[in-house]
């Protein structure tokens, strides 16, 4: 798959995730398959007025290239100036994707993420805009449209495409939905006949046959992974070996799963620092054993009594100990 003038050597794509997908988790992700990865959120306004916590965002990882910055905004205007303030700070980066899909309302009554959408003119002008004054190519990912009484998906890609947009990630669902219900890909089974750029599917994708399944619908060149590799990274070594060989892989043992946790809590501690790490742990933690049996009570103490470092290895010695 090319995007612009930049080869990705393969299908998987990991999503970009709000208080997940800072640089630690996308570097110990990359060598499971993943062919492009993303930044979490970055709001424009946040670059604009200096905020600190924005800045981090825009952290990248030589190790991780291909990599996308994903911004959000309701104005052109400010878009424009983020783009302008990512050029100016010496970060190493690959592509720009705009957020037209992003449900939640915090967002959408700025005017920003799905909200686009119900402005066609507006987001035509927009997206012309940024991809005119960008270095680097554009993407965006877009929702089928903001409720069932207005889905517009053909519309706003064929909007992007004339924009100059280098790729589209659809995500199968309103911006009604949320995250309710089913992503409906048979509603976009024919997008590729209207597309001359590539497609990436997102939305559901928990297993190899999910992956599976929305790709022989679509016919899309990638897939992205969000919530479905939280605490299950070798689903993304999955996905990419069968869309290479046509061979599926096994399911990663309890071992494995223990042995993943611990290199992505090292990798977070070094990037935040043992008590931030840990206390964000707490909520991530519990993922990797999910679908594991006699699980239940260490996924507890890891989501309440975890302080530090020392305390997550004792767990993990614990679960370890009941394996023998």
Known sequence: MKIGNVEISGNVILAPMAGITNVAYREFMKPFGAALTYTEMVSDCGLIYENKETYKYLQTSPMEHPVAIQIFGGKKESLYQAIKIIESQNIDYD????????????????????????????????????????????????????DDNSI?????????????????????????????????YERIKDIKQIMRIPLVISGDIFTLDDAIKAQT????????VARGALGNPYLIKQIDYYFKTGKKLNNPTLQDQINY????????????????????????????????????????????????????????????????
């Open 261 to 324: 946790l611990r290199l992505f809590a090292h990798k977070l501690v070094t990037l935040k620092g043992e008590y931030t790490a840990i206390h964000e742990l707490r909520g991530i933690a519990p993922h990797f054993f999910k679908g594991y049996s006699n699980t239940k009570k260490i996924k507890l103490k890891l989501s309440t009594e975890i302080e530090t470092f020392n305390d997550l290895e004792e767990l993990l010695k614990e679960i370890q100990s009941s394996m023998l």
């Open 217 to 224: 619908i679509t016919g899309a060149e990638g897939i992205m």
């Open 95 to 146: 592509f720009i994707d705009i957020n037209l899909g992003c449900p939640v309302p915090k967002v959408t009554k700025t005017g920003a993420g799905a909200a686009w959408l119900k402005r066609k003119d507006e987001l035509s002008e927009m997206m012309k805009l940024l991809t005119r004054v960008s270095q680097k190519p554009v993407m965006a990912k877009i929702r089928i449209g903001w």
């Open 152 to 184: 517009n998906v053909e519309e706003i890609v064929t909007i992007l495409q004339e924009a100059g947009v280098a790729l589209i990630t659809i995500h199968p669902r309103t911006r009604n939905q949320l995250y309710a219900g089913k992503a409906n």
